[in-house]
């Protein structure tokens, strides 16, 4: 006898099929959950929050450190200098080398050698 034989619907065949899911629906469930699993790892890969954007983010610190570093050079360099100009006891050779170089004066026995600042 069939399990079906026992049961009160008309159809004993409808009963049988209705507890097990016809296959295209788990091979559309699987293939559901396959494309969920690839588009997670695609976010993973190229993300907002990926590795790439990770990399791109780390070479960018690295930059700004750089950055910043020159910056505080450049800082220490114009703090001392503003250290050498005060009031009450400025450097005599800064402030003679701002004048000459601000009024263009010199003795007329100099040489002016201009030099470039490198950047």
């Not at 010199?106 to 950047?119: C, F, G, R, S």
Request: hydrophobic content about 40%; glycine content about 6%.
């Amino acid at each position: 006898m069939n399990p079906g034989d026992f049961c009160d619907s008309p159809w004993p065949q409808m009963n049988r099929s209705s507890h097990r899911p016809p296959v295209l629906r788990q091979w559309l469930g699987k293939l559901a959950v396959a494309a969920f699993l690839l588009g997670l790892g695609a976010l993973a890969l190229a993300g907002p929050y990926g590795m790439l954007e990770w990399g791109r983010q780390n070479s960018m610190l690295e930059k700004r450190e750089a950055q910043i570093a020159a910056l505080e050079k450049q800082r220490a360099e114009l703090s001392n200098r503003v250290e050498l100009l005060d009031r009450d006891n400025a450097d005599p050779d800064l402030v003679t080398e701002l004048l000459r170089r601000d009024l263009n004066v010199a003795h007329p026995d100099e040489y002016v050698i201009e030099l470039k600042p490198q950047n």
